[in-house]
Structure formats: C-alpha cells, structure tokens
Antibody, heavy 120, light 107 residues
Framework: EVQLLESGGDLVQPGESLRLSCAAS????????MSWVRQAPGKGLEWVSG????????FYADSVRGRFTISRDSSKNTLLLQLSSLRAEDTAVYYC?????????????WGQGTVVTVSS | EIVLTQSPATLSLSPGDRATLSCRAS??????LAWYQQQPGQAPRLVIY???HRATGTPARFSGSGSGTDFTLTIGSLEPEDFAVYYC?????????FGGGTKVEIK
C-alpha cells in the first residue's frame, strides 16, 4: 500500500523558516510527479509547488515563488519543501500528493497533512 | 491563471437523490480536469481525473463529463458517505488551480 507521511509543521514567527518532509512508502518517488497543496483554516485547496518525475523540473505558485523551494531526496524516498520568509497568510495544513501514473498533476495519493502556523 | 468557478456553493439533498455539481473554467482546459472529495478533518480524495476517468475505488454512481470550459460531476444516487465538499482542479496549465468547492449537505 502506498502511503505518504508529512512532518515538520510547527508554530513559527513571521519571517522565519521551516522545512517540511513527506516520506513515501510503497512507491518509488522518482517515477512520479509530486506536489504540495495547502489549505488555510476554513478555506479551500491551494496548489503550492510541484516537481516532475524523472528530471525533476520544479513549479511554484506565484504566492510562494522565491520563498519556497521544493526538492526530493531519492535515496530516502522523501519529498521536501523549504519554506522561508514565512507570512501569516502561509498558515495552513500542508499536504503532499502523488500524481496518477501517466496523468501528471492529478493527485491520487495524499498524506494526512502537517500544520504550519505563522504568528507572532 | 485559469480560474475555476464551482456552483452551487452548497447543495442540500437527501440520500438517494441525484447530485449535479458544476465547474466552469475561465479558459479551456481541454479534458484535464479532476474532482476531489474532502470529508471534514481529512485529506482530499481523488474521485475523477481527466474529466471522466474514475479513480481506483470510486463507485460507479460517480460520473464526470464536459470539455473545454464546462464540466459536471454527477452522483447518481447519494449515499450517506457522499456528503462532503467537492473540489475541481485543472492540470492544463501553470499554475495548477482548484475551484472554491461545492458542499453537498444533507437536507
């Protein structure tokens, strides 16, 4: 069974940094396009960033470009998201998600989420 | 950025009713549209991808249709576990975008 497990969420102050991890089991990460999607309290879903399978091209929402960095550690089968210059509006549950094989960027496997709170 | 507009915001129905959810895109996404279901406190679950392909484990009462800018998710006969929030999402162009959601609630 494929599972994704996020970690790293925390309460931080504005301007600080954080690194989120998403550990995968039952799947070889490198084969699939992966993304981070967030959900602010009481709000809808917002795509944040993605990394393609294979060559690992990266993509970002305008709201996080230049502040967040997505990467993967293939040796550990882990997806990473480095968050910097955090703002109050970055407060959300952050989900990692795996794409459907052959249909990149439609997400069939999701983690349970990790909570990031940005507040002074 | 492609804006996805879902309607209605809330759908009040009874178990056994037919549910019809709409998603309209601000420009064509071809057939690159997915639907997700989210229960309170849980991660989203893929229901339909590429307009009409049921995801693994999606019951046959769920169907999707459309192309270009207008899409529909139909639930043929609502079961108790179908009452949830549904989101559409396009993968046609960057950035990926989600609709604002339709809540299907028990009448």
């Amino acid at each position: 069974e494929v599972q994704l497990l996020e970690s790293g969420g925390d309460l931080v102050q504005p301007g600080e940094s954080l690194r989120l991890s998403c550990a995968a089991s039952g799947v070889t990460f490198r084969t699939y396009a992966m993304s981070w999607v967030r959900q602010a309290p009481g709000k809808g879903l917002e795509w944040v960033s993605g990394i393609s399978g294979g060559a690992g091209s990266t993509f970002y929402a305008d709201s996080v470009r230049g502040r967040f960095t997505i990467s993967r550690d293939s040796s550990k089968n882990t997806l990473l998201l480095q968050l910097s210059s955090l703002r109050a509006e970055d407060t959300a549950v952050y989900y990692c998600a795996r794409s459907v094989y052959g249909f990149p960027w439609a997400f069939d496997i999701w983690g349970q989420g990790t909570v990031v709170t940005v507040s002074s | 950025e492609i804006v996805l507009t879902q309607s209605p915001a809330t759908l009040s129905l009874s178990p056994g009713d037919r549910a019809t959810l709409s998603c309209r895109a601000s420009e064509s996404v071809s057939t690159s549209l997915a639907w997700y279901q989210q229960q309170p406190g849980q991660a989203p679950r893929l229901v339909i991808y590429d307009t009409s392909h049921r995801a693994t484990g999606t019951p046959a009462r769920f169907s999707g249709s459309g192309s270009g800018t207008d899409f529909t998710l139909t639930i043929g006969s609502l079961e108790p576990e179908d009452f949830a929030v549904y989101y559409c999402q396009q993968r046609s162009s960057w950035p990926l975008t989600f609709g604002g959601g339709t809540k299907v609630e028990i009448k």
